[in-house]
């Protein structure tokens, strides 16, 4: 499995893009504005997109990008979410008042994009690739994601906080390679990342010590105004984990 960040920012602003990543050539993993820097014909190519939840961070470029290349495909692009962030994208994006409502253009037998719930813990396996939500602790309905190759796992937390139910899945993963988590804040902004479910460092530094693995941890969703601030502290708080900032067109082999 090959994963290669498309965004990875908690805002936008340069070259800054929000979450997205693109595993392999087929899979999208969120659809924030880093799916802009992809050619179309390598939109055209997604056939599956992983959400995490609903926020625009990480859907921003979702509406646009089917938009973009239902009419290059024969298939429609599957769209995996929970129940509860399919209601939210359905009453609030493809709703026909803020985007059309794909799952029913052309027409309902022949869709541009399908729905397909997804659960806690059940494994979606395509061409051998296993991808399986695992718990986040958000504002609003949330999972993370772990990607499995067979030879080797990477888990991406998605936006969370404090969440002893992750930690109780991902402790058990024994080929575990890499671990994407979030820091949404900087040390002084720390009331705003309880309010809103982030992490900060000191937050993050705590909840570190669940961690039983030796993975290698990258770090995503800083804000682009104290990104260097926000890493000096992670780094200051966790100077054994040897924690790394996540990059725009970094890629995982595994």
């Given at each position: 499995?090959?994963?290669?960040?498309?965004?990875c920012?908690?805002?936008?602003?340069?070259?800054?893009?929000?979450?997205?990543?693109?595993?392999?050539?087929?899979?999208?993993?969120?659809?924030?504005?880093?799916v802009?820097e992809?050619?179309l014909?390598?939109?055209?190519a997604?056939?599956?997109?992983?959400i995490?939840?609903?926020?625009?961070?990480?859907?921003?470029?979702l509406?646009?990008?089917?938009?973009?290349?239902?009419?290059?495909?024969?298939?429609?692009?599957?769209?995996y979410?929970?129940?509860?962030?399919?209601?939210?994208?359905?009453?609030?994006i493809?709703?026909?008042?803020?985007?059309?409502?794909?799952?029913?253009?052309?027409?309902?037998?022949?869709?541009?994009?399908?729905?397909?719930?997804?659960?806690?813990?059940?494994?979606?396996?395509?061409?051998?690739?296993?991808?399986?939500?695992?718990?986040?602790?958000?504002?609003?309905?949330?999972?993370?994601?772990?990607?499995?190759?067979?030879?080797?796992?990477?888990?991406f937390?998605?936006?969370?906080?404090?969440?002893?139910?992750?930690?109780n899945?991902?402790?058990?993963?024994?080929?575990?390679?890499?671990?994407?988590?979030?820091?949404a804040?900087a040390?002084?902004?720390?009331?705003l990342?309880?309010?809103?479910k982030?992490?900060?460092?000191?937050?993050?530094a705590?909840?570190?010590?669940?961690?039983?693995h030796q993975?290698?941890?990258?770090i995503?969703?800083?804000?682009?105004?104290?990104?260097?601030?926000?890493?000096?502290?992670?780094?200051?708080?966790?100077?054994?984990?040897?924690?790394?900032?996540?990059?725009?067109?970094?890629?995982?082999?595994?």
């Amino acid at each position: 499995m090959k994963l290669r960040v498309l965004g990875c920012s908690g805002g936008i602003g340069g070259n800054q893009r929000t979450t997205s990543f693109v595993l392999d050539h087929d899979i999208l993993i969120d659809a924030g504005t880093g799916v802009g820097e992809l050619s179309l014909a390598e939109m055209s190519a997604i056939d599956h997109i992983f959400i995490t939840h609903s926020h625009l961070d990480h859907i921003a470029c979702l509406p646009m990008m089917i938009d973009s290349v239902w009419l290059m495909r024969d298939q429609p692009i599957t769209i995996y979410a929970t129940d509860e962030t399919q209601a939210i994208l359905k009453q609030h994006i493809f709703n026909w008042k803020i985007w059309p409502d794909f799952s029913a253009i052309p027409n309902a037998q022949t869709p541009a994009m399908r729905y397909q719930t997804i659960q806690l813990g059940i494994p979606v396996e395509l061409n051998g690739r296993k991808i399986t939500a695992v718990p986040a602790n958000h504002v609003v309905p949330a999972v993370g994601y772990h990607l499995d190759s067979g030879k080797a796992s990477l888990v991406f937390t998605g936006d969370t906080t404090s969440n002893d139910a992750l930690w109780n899945v991902v402790n058990k993963i024994e080929n575990l390679r890499y671990l994407i988590i979030e820091a949404a804040f900087a040390n002084h902004e720390k009331e705003l990342a309880v309010l809103s479910k982030h992490f900060c460092p000191d937050l993050l530094a705590t909840e570190m010590t669940k961690f039983k693995h030796q993975a290698d941890i990258y770090i995503t969703h800083l804000k682009p105004d104290e990104l260097e601030l926000t890493m000096r502290e992670i780094e200051q708080c966790l100077p054994d984990r040897q924690p790394k900032m996540l990059l725009n067109n970094h890629v995982f082999e595994f």
